[in-house]
């Protein structure tokens, strides 16, 4: 058992820094959430008013949480370019900072979730325990729309990946029905998502610089091993 751990730790401690700053962020939301503010500012288009609430896209909302974790799980143990892993999780901790800045600085809500439903099915149910488990506050930019985006970006920007059409194509599918699903559940507004989507490319942007890939390649088994 010592031997399996210390093999895991030799061979996959990169992925540490993921999880060091998942629970960072963790802890970092849970006192946004419970910071109690006074005044919140409404997040509310009338655009929103004309997207029509439909239970069914809970089904891509709840796969987020599959998406993320398979996909970083997939750049900890399966990527052999360190690189990347490194740029998709210096990504995703850079776009949540900000996020949980802006509900620090900029205290947010909507108001857009349904009172009643038309239907009474098990994707309803879904969309009642989702309401009562995630308050209607700190909404802007969504995450949702960022980590989806941050993701799809990195699978199609993987030479392994990208030689399976279906893993591309599916990301591309499942990230863009993730991001509709926001809107359509009434989780957030389109002001959410296109601050998502704006926030999404310009970190992207950003670690584009920071991040320089070296050939268009694996990594050598010299740089792999160190």
């Known amino acids: 058992m010592k031997g399996k751990l210390l093999y895991l730790w030799r061979n996959y401690k990169h992925g540490a820094w993921i999880v060091s700053y998942l629970l960072i962020y963790l802890i970092g939301f849970m006192i946004v959430e419970n910071a109690g503010?006074?005044?919140?500012?409404?997040?509310?288009?009338?655009?929103?008013?004309?997207?029509?609430?439909?239970?069914?896209?809970?089904i891509p909302y709840f796969l987020w949480f599959v998406y993320m974790a398979a996909g970083i799980c997939w750049f900890v143990f399966r990527c052999k370019n360190r690189d990347e892993y490194y740029r998709l999780t210096a990504v995703l901790a850079l776009g949540m900072t900000i996020f949980?800045?802006?509900?620090?600085?900029?205290?947010?809500r909507q108001d857009l979730r349904p009172e009643?439903?038309?239907?009474?099915?098990?994707f309803?149910?879904?969309?009642?325990?989702?309401?009562?488990?995630?308050?209607?506050?700190?909404?802007?930019?969504?995450?949702?729309?960022?980590?989806?985006?941050?993701?799809?970006?990195?699978?199609?920007g993987n030479e392994t990946l990208r030689k399976?059409?279906?893993?591309?194509?599916?990301?591309?599918?499942l990230a863009f029905l993730i991001v509709l699903s926001t809107m359509f559940?009434?989780?957030h507004s389109i002001i959410d998502v296109s601050m998502g989507i704006l926030m999404s490319v310009g970190v992207q942007l950003v670690?584009?610089?920071?991040?320089?890939?070296?050939?268009?390649?694996e990594y050598s088994s010299s740089r792999r091993t160190a």
């Open 37 to 58: 503010h006074r005044h919140y500012h409404v997040i509310h288009t009338w655009i929103d008013e004309q997207i029509p609430f439909c239970e069914y896209f809970i």
């Open 124 to 156: 309803t149910q879904l969309v009642k325990f989702l309401y009562k488990t995630d308050t209607p506050t700190n909404v802007l930019p969504s995450i949702h729309v960022f980590n989806s985006m941050a993701l799809d970006f990195a699978i199609n």
């Open 164 to 173: 399976h059409r279906w893993v591309s194509v599916g990301s591309h599918v």
């Open 100 to 108: 949980l800045i802006v509900s620090c600085v900029y205290p947010n």
């Open 207 to 217: 670690c584009d610089r920071l991040f320089v890939p070296e050939g268009s390649g």
């Open 116 to 122: 009643t439903f038309a239907n009474n099915n098990i």
């Open 185 to 187: 559940l009434k989780q």
